[in-house]
């Protein structure tokens, strides 16, 4: 019996034994691309199409009285990203313009409204909000919540997060998923340049612009079921092999590369070792990393939530700094840059310090404080039953008392 050809640098099986370089699609994909990653774009047959130039300022103001457009703070393949002012208001937005070639697929318009709506809907505080949708002249844009934050990408770089924090990100990544995916709502490109994280160290991801719908009736959504949409280096297996059957699983994949980024500073691409024979983390860290990397949907966790409640039983275990990775792209900013937060600033780190499942880190810290009580009081009544009993024999007898009798 023949065995089927296997790629060399993933394992993963290949269709025809005259694939270019031996290599399955995703793998030689990788080997050849030089150019940094846009935040979001399209890979057809054709390959990933110029990224055009963001439209100016002054382009834009006409089209959006109600908005004072400051600047641009970054850009991707679908559109560009601008720091805005909503006059009535008085409050700082982000608005998010799409690129003119985006707008001419076929039926656009009225997939665009429909699957905005359903974004704008989306409601959670680990997820960017959507407040207003709409076109504007030739630009289609959403105005969105603004973040004064940096994304995880520029965090990794600068080094400046420990085991313990990246398990408090990956943890509120989980709830965010949890949350989308309940709506039925798939990210598909889950990242590092799409994660945020506040000044007070919350979590937000941001562009659910390449999200499918995964309840109800099969329709084309934004994007076409024959694209693969994505980062090549983030995507699940089955985005390249079959993007027409991609659900929530492919998100689980995506933050298992991630969360190996994280704490690591490395991608697990090709043959990579567990994280334990990276860095100083818990070595039951490796079976939730690399679970979450299954080929097979099937295989891996099948709600974001799960990966979360694996990650609460272990609890980490080093205060480590994660590394960079010292090859990855530049990302592309999509909020006002700010100082990288420190572990003092990240609120749900309290979690870590509260009572928790038992063998999980909190639950050892609440047996370790009770015990230490118990021997605290024992230690004290101890001390207390010896000074007594030292006066006891210690002190002078009393003298009984002399009773006169008198006649």
């Not at 382009?59 to 720091?83: D, K, N, S, T, W």
């Not at 099969?218 to 390249?240: F, I, K, N, S």
């Amino acid at each position: 019996m023949t065995e089927s050809p296997q790629c060399p640098s993933c394992n993963a099986p290949l269709a025809t034994a005259s694939t270019p370089q031996g290599l399955c699609a995703r793998c030689l994909l990788l080997s050849v691309r030089n150019e940094p990653e846009a935040p979001e774009h399209v890979i057809t047959s054709g390959g990933a199409p110029e990224r055009p130039a963001p439209p100016s300022v002054d382009e834009l103001a006409p089209h959006f009285p109600g908005l004072e457009i400051v600047e641009c703070i970054g850009q991707g393949g679908m559109g560009a990203v601008y720091r805005v002012v909503q006059k009535g208001l008085e409050r700082t937005a982000a608005l998010k313009v799409l690129h003119g070639h985006v707008a001419l697929q076929a039926g656009f318009a009225e997939r665009f409204t429909r699957e905005a709506r359903t974004l704008a809907r989306l409601g959670h505080e680990n997820l960017v909000a959507v407040h207003e949708f709409g076109q504007a002249g030739p630009w289609y844009y959403f105005v969105m919540e603004f973040v004064d934050g940096a994304d995880l990408r520029h965090l990794m770089r600068a080094g400046s997060l420990s085991a313990r924090e990246a398990l408090s990100i990956v943890g509120q990544i989980c709830d965010a998923l949890q949350y989308a995916h309940d709506q039925s709502v798939v990210h598909r490109d889950i990242k590092p340049e799409n994660i945020l994280v506040d000044r007070r160290g919350r979590v937000r991801i941001l562009d659910f612009g390449l999200s499918k719908l995964t309840g109800g009736r099969a329709e084309p959504t934004l994007t076409r079921t024959d694209q693969v949409m994505g980062t090549p280096h983030y995507m699940a297996p089955e985005q390249w092999e079959r993007p027409g059957e991609v659900d929530h699983r492919a998100d689980i994949y995506s933050l298992g590369v991630v969360f190996y980024e994280l704490l690591t500073g490395e991608l697990p691409v090709g043959r990579f070792d567990p994280p334990s024979k990276r860095v100083d983390v818990d070595v039951r860290l490796d079976e939730v990393v690399l679970r979450s990397l299954e080929r097979e949907p099937d295989r891996r966790y099948q709600h974001a939530s799960d990966v979360k409640t694996e990650i609460g039983r272990v609890g980490p275990t080093s205060e480590q700094p994660v590394r960079a990775s010292s090859d990855e792209p530049p990302a592309d900013v999509s909020s006002a840059s700010a100082r990288a937060p420190t572990g003092d600033s990240f609120e749900d780190l309290a979690v870590l310090f509260a009572p928790g499942e038992p063998g999980s880190a909190p639950a050892r810290r609440t047996s370790r404080l009770g015990l230490f009580l118990i021997v605290f009081f024992v230690s004290l009544l101890a001390a207390v039953a010896c000074i007594g009993l030292y006066d006891a024999l210690t002190s002078e007898p009393v003298p009984e008392p002399t009773i006169y009798k008198i006649y």
